[in-house]
T-cell receptor, first 112, second 108 residues
Framework: EAEVAQSPRYKITEKSQAVAFWCDPI?????LYWYRQILGQGPELLVQ????????DSQLPKDRFSAERLKGVDSTLKIQPAELGDSAMYLC??????????FGPGTRLTVT | GQQVMQIPQYQHVQEGEDFTTYCNSS?????IQWYKQRPGGHPVFLIQ?????EVKKQKRLTFQFGEAKKNSSLHITATQTTDVGTYFC????????FGTGTSLTVIP
């Protein structure tokens, strides 16, 4: 069964450092989402791509976060500089028709 | 801004008891989706409802979308230990939002 791949699975970084996460969606899925999930809360949408175009990045803290999906396939989410409050699970999801979303295993970020 | 709240936040039930979680949005939703997240896992899609008043069933799970398309519910009949996890509703109003979640614990 096809799955969404994410790497790394865990990342520990010091505050003020840069960090990047990678996501490879299910083949053929045009829609890709990045979420941030703080323990005990629901996922918060950071950015949504349709192919290589950003559809919604209204909740993305653009002063420090950036996301790209250059060829409309895999995607990278970057944080620079990282802050203590960025510690969370970063989830990537993809969707074929913009309906059900298939989530990857996530990247657990700890900022020290 | 748009908010999607779920109640209760936590629910402990004895195995075999029923369970219901309620989802309420501050804005009208075009559709509602439900996801289940096991402890330590990632959200897994369960179902999508689109029509006002729609009811769908999956084995022991019953999903309902309110007439005004601002609320939804998930009911599990005769819970099992495999039902443990956090149940999230999610929907699109002016943006796509996940609800606050209901964490279900099933006591054997």
């Amino acid at each position: 069964e096809a799955e969404v791949a994410q790497s790394p699975r865990y990342k520990i970084t010091e505050k003020s450092q840069a960090v990047a996460f990678w996501c490879d969606p299910i083949s053929g899925h045009a829609t890709l989402y990045w979420y941030r999930q703080i323990l005990g809360q629901g996922p918060e949408l950071l950015v949504q791509f349709q192919d290589e175009s950003v559809v919604d990045d209204s909740q993305l803290p653009k002063d420090r976060f950036s996301a790209e999906r250059l060829k409309g396939v895999d995607s990278t989410l970057k944080i620079q500089p990282a802050e203590l409050g960025d510690s969370a699970m970063y989830l990537c999801a993809s969707s074929l028709r913009g309906y059900e979303q298939y989530f990857g295993p996530g990247t657990r970020l700890t900022v020290t | 801004g748009q908010q999607v709240m779920q109640i209760p936040q936590y629910q402990h039930v004895q195995e075999g008891e029923d369970f219901t979680t309620y989802c309420n949005s501050s804005t009208t939703l075009s559709n509602i989706q439900w996801y289940k997240q096991r402890p330590g896992g990632h959200p897994v899609f369960l179902i999508q409802l689109v029509k006002s008043g729609e009811v769908k069933k999956q084995k022991r799970l019953t999903f309902q979308f309110g007439e005004a398309k601002k609320n939804s519910s998930l009911h599990i009949t005769a819970t099992q230990t495999t039902d443990v996890g956090t149940y999230f509703c999610a929907g699109f109003g002016n943006q796509f939002y996940f609800g606050t979640g209901t964490s279900l614990t099933v006591i054997p």
